[in-house]
């Protein structure tokens, strides 16, 4: 045996060497790490002298480009939040400063000059320029009420499933506000939605902290986004004639308990690895709605248990992805194991690590034809026919699939 060690930055997950089956990795204690720098230690066989195949974690461009293209959209969509929010609907440029800082507002000056279709500027004859959503634009804009009301029971659904999700079925108040954008949810919804489920939540003191409780567990909500996607595919639950199933050279499984995986292009794994995941595939584990105190995280059948809580997480949000940051602050509630980071590249036909945007992004990439979202709930879709008035349709939010009520 041969030791090989590296050290990267930790912010540039591409570039992590892995083991993705029996590797072993020397990570901080921490989910994802609060160090500069981490250093990587890789075991693996070598014949003579020969220096060790260093393994790669293979980036998806496909999903790095869909969060590039997001970046101009979701200033486009800022600007709109900040001008309906305005008593007159229409923003003097020279506040433009006081709402997105000094840095930002060249961001926003840019767009505004370049999308006349959406943003008109008024003024002149000693009036100060304002900027204001165009005729067109107010039309579309109004269509976001209906959007919020077909949000609701989607939200209110999936505030339920996350608590279930938890091992005391509560989750601090602001941990759901770190991911409140994600979910799809207003920012006063802490006054506005939960007040209206008294029958559903409750928000309770726990040792100074506020927490949202869940009142009533519901056995019909306990079903994970992958069964309801069995259900849809007709894959049925027994696994009687499945003994004799080839291995699939894309990792795929027609069982029960199997989770559908996309490789990269440049992955190509060989028979061992395939048989690895094969019998990964094939072993059972109890559902993330039970609760994690029950099993011991030493269990490999715990373990896969733990990939379906961060696959179900992640359905949970519109865009089927969260930051780093956001999945670490889960970790208590959770039970996350605490090398989230190495399950999370172990597992990289399931999840896909990207440092494309601001901050360190995971993805769930079955939920992604390409760089483009499959199934839309109504919020997103308001959001897509808003930005086509830019003209572009390439990128993520815009509808190319037929939409789902359904955000899982």
């Known amino acids: 045996m041969r030791k090989g060690l590296f050290f990267r930055r ?78 007159n609907k229409s923003l003097l440029l020279r506040d433009l400063e006081k709402e997105v800082g000094f840095v930002q507002k060249w961001n926003y000056m840019a767009v505004i000059e370049k999308y006349p279709a959406i943003f008109c500027v008024s003024g002149g004859n000693g009036a100060p320029p304002a900027v204001m959503l165009t005729r067109k634009a107010n039309k579309i804009a109004e269509e976001e009420v209906v959007a919020i009301e077909q949000m609701e029971p989607i939200l209110v659904k999936s505030l339920r499933k996350l608590l279930m999700l938890s091992i005391d079925c509560r989750v601090p108040l602001e941990n759901i506000e770190l991911i409140r954008s994600e979910l799809g949810l207003p920012c006063d919804f802490k006054t506005s939605l939960i007040p209206k489920y008294p029958e559903f939540f409750c928000v309770r003191d726990v040792y100074g902290r506020a927490y949202l409780q869940l009142e009533n567990w519901d056995s019909y909500l306990a079903v994970t986004a992958r069964e309801e996607r069995f259900s849809r595919e007709g894959i049925s639950s027994s696994v009687r004639n499945l003994k004799n199933t080839k291995i699939s050279k894309d990792g795929n499984y027609p069982g029960p ?33 039970l609760n994690a105190r029950k099993f011991d995280i030493a269990d490999p059948k715990a373990r896969k248990r733990v990939v379906a809580v961060l696959h179900e997480l992640l359905s949970l949000t519109m865009e089927k992805r969260l930051t780093s940051a956001q999945l670490d602050a889960f970790h208590s509630e959770y039970r996350l194991p605490a090398r989230l980071l190495l399950c999370l590249i172990k597992h990289h036909g399931i999840f896909y690590i990207t440092n494309k945007g601001a901050k360190s992004t995971v993805v769930l990439k079955e939920a992604y034809d390409g760089s483009n979202l499959i199934d839309k709930c ?17 990128i993520n939010m815009y509808p190319g699939k037929p939409l789902t009520q359904n955000p899982m």
């Not at 989770?259 to 094969?278: D, G, I, M, T």
């Not at 109504?378 to 390439?394: N, Y």
């Open 10 to 87: 930790s912010n540039q997950i591409e570039s992590i060497h892995t083991h993705l089956f029996h590797g072993k990795q020397g990570f901080d204690s921490t989910p994802f790490g609060k160090l500069c720098y981490r250093w990587i230690q890789i075991m693996q066989k070598t014949s003579g002298g020969s220096r060790p195949k260093q393994k790669v974690y293979h980036r998806d461009h496909e999903l790095d480009r869909m969060l590039d293209l997001q970046k101009k959209p979701a200033v486009i969509l800022q600007l709109k939040a900040i001008i309906e929010s305005q008593k």
């Open 257 to 289: 308990f199997a989770f559908h995986l996309k490789f990269p292009a440049s992955f190509r794994p060989n028979v061992s690895y395939l048989e690895q995941v094969h019998r990964w595939q094939k072993m059972n584990f109890p559902s993330p709605y």
């Open 378 to 394: 109504p919020l997103l879709a308001f959001r897509s026919k808003f930005v086509e008035l830019t003209g572009r349709r390439d």
